[in-house]
């Protein structure tokens, strides 16, 4: 792919959310195990996730909009250093709750505290990458360079919890993979200062160091906001549509047009939310052994979930070319398939498999839903929809996690045996919905 801006330049931004979701979906992996030996109920750490979710919900939008007004390099400093701060905080205080220093509910109180700062200053990164990269790229090339820059997400939900079992060593145990990616979070946070110019509108009227030829336009394109990076899936296109039409005037999720889209989109991706956040403990559980010996076998789970997404979205999808109605269909079915192998799976590789396929299914069915919604509507409202899609992916992980949790505790497979019961009336109401089932109408402009 050529591009109008440096490889080390992109290389940079690559790594920016690289490691911000690879450090988001490592927390995710180790911190079932932290509750348990911590003695943190199972609830509360869905309640972190959600409340870390909610802040990111509100707060990506307001970044989005300051790419321009206080320059994208900024404002990818701001999400490195609020993800950097956040991520040794967090394992300053989960480390003084494993030595004993800390009571449980001051480790709680702390722990969503500085967890917070990922979900108020970490969502700043993507959509200033977004801005930067679409700022300096043609029309022709902006949606390939966008494409694989928001690859960069996917990746990490793959090799955060492979990375995580790596750095559970020596006296920090537990602890150790948030102090590793705090510490690259400083190398990643160099890099941006050292190689990405400055390109503060307030100092320059352009970004300075730009090579001949290359396309820049400040004050012009916008990054959009992406959902918070989550083991329970890839991202769905939604804000890389945002990014690549710039900013446009806001359509609202209750639009006829792509309400039941909105409504797919929204139940599928919280019960994937709800039976993910779960998924830690029942490894723990069902494979009776500690919390510690059994990280190894959650990374290897939450690996072939993200694997099996990857695998549809960058793979199965532009393979067969399937369109949206039947990526909507054939998606939630293997993903009820999927989920309620979870439920019935006695084995650690019978797990492995059903995640896998649950995953999958999902893979295919929310890319549906978003290229469904694209379709609904006209080319000057692409951004708009766009930013409906990332409304209501973020919404997903904002109560979802805790009713996940809290089905758990009822019995460990009803979140499983709910969620693929409910998964097969989506699939229903997708054949009956009329907006859902119908083959879109492709134009050429």
Not at 41 to 57: H, K, N, Q, R
Not at 309 to 327: D, E
Not at 337 to 344: D, K, P, Q, R
Not at 368 to 393: H, K, M, P, W, Y
Request: hydrophobic share 55%; proline share 6%.
């Amino acid at each position: 792919m050529r591009l109008a801006m440096p490889r080390r330049e992109f290389a940079v931004l690559f790594a920016v959310l690289l490691t911000v979701a690879a450090g988001n979906t490592a927390l995710q992996t180790v911190l079932p195990a932290i509750a348990r030996v911590i003695r943190i109920p199972d609830l509360l750490v869905a309640i972190i996730f959600s409340f870390s979710a909610l802040l990111w919900t509100f707060s990506a939008p307001y970044w989005a909009r300051q790419s321009d007004i206080r320059g994208r390099r900024r404002l990818m400093e701001v999400g490195v250093i609020g993800f950097g701060v956040s991520m040794l905080g967090c394992g300053i205080v989960i480390l003084a709750g494993l030595k004993g220093l800390l009571v449980p509910v001051a480790t709680f109180v702390l722990f969503a505290s500085l967890r917070s700062l990922f979900g108020i200053f970490g969502s700043a990164s993507n959509p200033a990458a977004q801005a930067y990269v679409a700022a300096r790229t043609s029309e022709a090339e902006r949606t390939n360079a966008l494409s694989s820059l928001s690859s960069a997400f996917g990746l990490g939900t793959i090799i955060g919890p492979a990375l995580a079992p790596l750095f559970i060593i020596g006296a920090v145990g537990l602890a150790g993979p948030l102090f590793a990616f705090a510490v690259i979070a400083v190398g990643v946070l160099f890099a941006v200062r050292r190689w990405l110019p400055d390109d503060d509108p307030t100092h320059f009227p352009g970004l300075i160091g730009a090579p001949a030829g290359a396309v820049v336009e400040p004050g012009r394109m916008h990054g959009a906001p992406a959902s918070e990076p989550s083991v329970s899936g890839g991202a769905t296109g939604g804000s890389l549509q945002a990014a690549a039409a710039g900013r446009t005037p806001r359509l609202s999720w209750r639009d006829p047009r792509i309400l039941p889209f909105m409504i797919f989109g929204f139940c599928s991706g919280s019960i994937q939310a709800a039976t993910s956040q779960a998924l830690g403990f029942l490894i723990i559980d069902r494979l009776h052994g500690s919390a510690i010996a059994a990280q190894q076998e959650i990374a290897i789970v939450f690996m072939a979930g993200a694997g099996a997404t990857l695998l549809a979205q960058w793979g199965l999808i532009p393979l067969f070319r399937m369109t949206p109605p039947l990526l909507m269909r054939w998606g939630t079915a293997v993903a009820a398939l999927g989920t309620a192998g979870v439920a019935l799976s006695g084995s650690f590789h019978g797990l492995v498999v059903a995640y896998a396929l649950a995953s999958l299914g999902y893979g295919f069915a929310r890319p549906g839903f978003t290229a469904g919604a694209s379709l609904a509507v006209g080319r000057d409202e692409q951004g708009g929809v766009a930013g409906a899609v990332t409304s209501i992916n973020g919404s997903c992980f904002v109560l979802a996690p805790a009713i996940g949790i809290g089905l758990y505790q009822v019995g460990p497979t009803l979140p499983y045996a709910l969620g693929a019961v409910a998964l097969v009336a989506l699939l229903v109401y997708a054949g009956a919905s009329k907006a859902l089932r119908t083959e879109p109408v492709l134009h050429d402009e």
